[in-house]
């Protein structure tokens, strides 16, 4: 597609739902990080995948959250047992070149 | 661990004015930086981009410099317009952005 798709675009869950957050990058795009962003504050990186590799997954806040790309396009950002805490913005971005990333607008996720 | 700040949260500029926007960086051996607007309810979205081997750089009404000795970055925009009004991040780019904390810009008509 034209830009990085990320649905949903509101997903509401009950604290100790599972939630899945689905990412479609731009067609061609080598790398897609997913960051998460609390209101008010800048985006904090999560992980990043290289093709179907994961090859940072150093910003995961816990187990709870898991991220994967099988097929190296597609991406599935994973938050089991949601708390309160999970409650932001997450961003999905692609790029070709490492340097310069497109970002999807984001899903809202709110906690209850 | 490394990061990047910025010194003011909330910057108004009268319509048509000059607009600066600061940012402290920690990590002295960054050597790429981009600054991104983010909307309301939308994803960041690139301005303008300097590596460190230069000291400014420009683009339509924006242009950022690099001050490398004292690992300071500013955007400025010219003639600031309503639609200029926005969340403004700097980042520091190695395999993953790391952005900092936003200022935001309002821009009075």
């Known amino acids: 597609g034209a830009g990085v798709s990320q649905s949903p675009r509101y997903k509401v869950a009950k604290r100790g739902q599972d939630v899945a957050l689905r990412c479609d990058p731009i067609?061609?795009?080598?790398?897609l990080f997913w960051y998460q962003q609390a209101l008010g504050q800048g985006p904090e990186f999560l992980t990043y995948f290289q093709n179907e590799a994961q090859l940072d997954k150093s910003g995961l806040p816990s187990d709870r959250f898991f991220a994967e790309r099988p097929e190296g396009s597609v991406s599935t950002l994973k938050i089991q047992r949601t708390q309160q805490e999970d409650s932001a913005v997450y961003l999905c971005a692609s790029s070709g070149d490492r340097e310069s990333y497109t970002f999807g607008s984001g899903t809202r996720l709110t906690v209850v | 661990g490394e990061s990047v700040g910025l010194h003011l949260p909330t910057l108004s500029v009268q319509e048509g004015d000059n607009s600066i926007i600061n940012c402290a960086y920690s990590?002295?051996?960054?050597?790429?930086f981009i600054w991104y607007k983010q909307e309301s309810g939308k994803g960041p979205q690139f301005i303008i981009d300097?590596?460190?081997?230069?000291d400014k750089r420009q683009g339509q009404r924006v242009t950022v410099l690099l001050n490398k000795t004292v690992k300071h970055l500013s955007l400025q925009i010219a003639a600031t317009q309503p639609g200029d009004s926005a969340v403004y991040f700097c980042?520091?780019?190695?395999?993953?952005?790391?952005f900092g904390t936003g200022t935001k810009l309002q821009v009075i008509p």
């Open positions: 990590n002295s051996a960054s050597d790429y």
């Open positions: 300097i590596r460190s081997n230069m």
């Open positions: 067609s061609g795009h080598v790398s």
């Open positions: 980042a520091e780019t190695y395999q993953k952005v790391t």
